[in-house]
């Protein structure tokens, strides 16, 4: 009996050893995640800012300055 019991403890703390682990590998990536969204954000006010540029109407388009 006092083995299964000691079995179990140290099972349990294998556990919580694994589990630690994990939780440090999750946080880890979810501020990867955090980080590659604020990239993506960026990246697409970038592009909007771009892309407006470029759609201007020939009437609102500035002259070459050979003009």
């Known amino acids: ?3 299964r019991l ?3 403890e140290m ?4 556990q919580g050893h694994v589990i630690d682990q994990l939780n440090e590998v999750v946080t880890l990536h979810q501020a ?3 980080r590659l969204s604020m990239e993506l ?8 800012g771009v892309l407006s540029s ?4 020939p009437s609102e388009e500035e002259p ?3 003009y």
């Open 41 to 48: 954000k960026l990246i697409k006010e970038h592009l909007k």
């Open 64 to 66: 070459p300055p050979h």
């Open 32 to 34: 990867s995640i955090d």
């Open 6 to 8: 000691t079995d179990m």
């Open 54 to 57: 470029q759609n201007r109407l």
């Open 1 to 3: 009996m006092e083995q």
């Open 11 to 14: 099972q349990i703390m294998h």
